[in-house]
Structure formats: C-alpha cells, structure tokens
C-alpha cells in the first residue's frame, strides 16, 4: 500500500526524481500510520525503520571494509591476517541463512565457505582476524541480529 501511494505521488507530481520518490514514500508511510494507529498488527510501522536503520549500518560497514582492504592494496606492507571461523547461527530458516551468508560475503574481507550439514554454523574465511571472538561477536551482534529483527 505505501508503494502504491508513492506511485500515485510521483504521478501526481509529474515529478520522477529520488527526492521526490522518497518524498513520497515517507508522506504514504504517514498517512498509513494515522489512519492505522487503533490497529493491532503494527508490525509494518515497527520495520520500515529497522529496515532503513540495518541499510545504513550494513552502508557503513561495507565502506569500512572497503577502504581497509584498498590500504592494505595500495601499502607494499601487507596488513591481512587470513583465518577460518566455525561460527554458530541464530537463522533458523533457509532464507534467514541465505541472506545472512549472503550480508557477511558481500563484506569485502570475508567469505561463506561453507554451511554446515544441520544448518546450524557458518564455515567463514576472514582476511584480517585479529581476535576470533570478537569477529564472532561483531556478527552476532550487528548483522545478524540486525537482519532477525527485520524477518523475525
């Protein structure tokens, strides 16, 4: 319904530019969330922030990581610290486990090798590991709580 809105603005409009899209899309969000505010599934109002929240970390995350890894490319001194990481999993379902293997490998410096046989850990290849249960507290903290939050 909000996309629908936002179309019906961006047509009223005439106007197709981002800015207005966004525009829209936050005036469809508002109008929704007043005339549903006696509702009781609010699941909607509760996730679009979480959505737009888990993008800008997820942002951050992939700028941190690509200017770490393009220093370590441009310096003759290699900085890396190649190891793998057994890490347990919180995803129960197979698109839970997909997207969140697919989140850690777009991270430049990590890599899914492999998942294992009862789904339950993440076979990880990390380019600069200084300390393992810290990465494994980074994960399970940041993007895969994150992204539960958004499914779940």
């Not at 290699?78 to 698109?95: E, R, S, V």
């Not at 998942?115 to 300390?131: P, T």
């Amino acid at each position: 319904m909000n996309l629908l809105l936002t179309f019906i603005w961006v047509a009223l409009t005439g106007s197709m530019y981002y800015s207005n899209f966004l525009f829209g899309f936050l005036l469809g969000f508002a109008i929704q969330w007043i005339m549903n505010r006696n509702e009781t599934d609010q699941r909607y109002f509760y996730r679009v922030p979480k959505i737009i929240g888990f993008i800008f970390y997820f942002l951050y995350d992939l700028i941190v990581a690509n200017v770490q890894v393009a220093y370590d490319v441009v310096t003759p001194k290699y900085f890396f610290k190649p190891g793998i990481i057994h890490y347990p999993m919180q995803a129960n379902t197979d698109l839970e486990i997909n997207l969140l293997s697919t989140m850690i490998s777009l991270t430049p410096g990590t890599l899914i090798l492999d998942i294992s046989d009862d789904k339950k850990s993440l076979f990880i290849h990390v380019m600069y590991l200084k300390d393992k249960e810290t990465f494994v507290m980074q994960i399970k903290n940041g993007v895969e709580k994150k992204l539960l939050e958004i499914l779940r």
